[in-house]
Structures are given as structure tokens and as C-alpha cells.
């Protein structure tokens, strides 16, 4: 049974987070990103190792609906761990 856990990135460690995408999908696991903001890299994301297509990407418009998302995907036990990304956080 998968229990989903978030790691709140701020801005300024993007890079470090890409990388921790990667790993968490080299181990197999299904990881989401909830990004408030047009601050995630797709580009960049691949760079650092992260399988685009197995990546989960939602981009609401503000942190009410960040959080309304991941209240779902942590019930629903869908994702292994789910990255909150925004300037805002």
C-alpha cells in the first residue's frame, strides 16, 4: 500500500529537486509535482535525470488548489511522493 508523503521545495533549490525526482523514479516509484507558478523546468528536469513521461505534472493557480490536489493524490495512494513547488510556499 503506497503512502503518499510531499517534500515542499522552495525556488531557490529547484536543481536539488530535480535530482530528487530522478532518484525517487529510479527506485520505481510514481512521483507528482504540484507547481504553483511557472517556476518548474521541464528542461531542466530532464537534464537532471527525471523520466518526463512518468512524471506527474499539475500547475493550479494558487495554493488553495495545491493543496485540494494533494489532499486527492494522498487519499487516493496513487503517488509515492509529491514534490509542492511555488514562490509562495
Known sequence: ????????????????????????????????????????????????????GRLLVSQPDNAAQMQEIYDALRRSRCVDRCFLIGAAL
Open 1 to 52: 500500500m503506497k503512502t503518499t508523503t510531499a517534500r515542499i521545495a522552495k525556488t531557490t533549490g529547484l536543481a536539488a529537486t530535480y535530482r530528487r525526482i530522478a532518484r525517487w523514479q529510479a527506485k520505481g516509484r510514481t512521483v507528482a509535482v504540484l507547481c504553483v507558478g511557472q517556476v518548474f523546468d521541464l528542461k531542466a528536469a530532464a537534464a537532471a535525470g527525471a523520466s518526463l
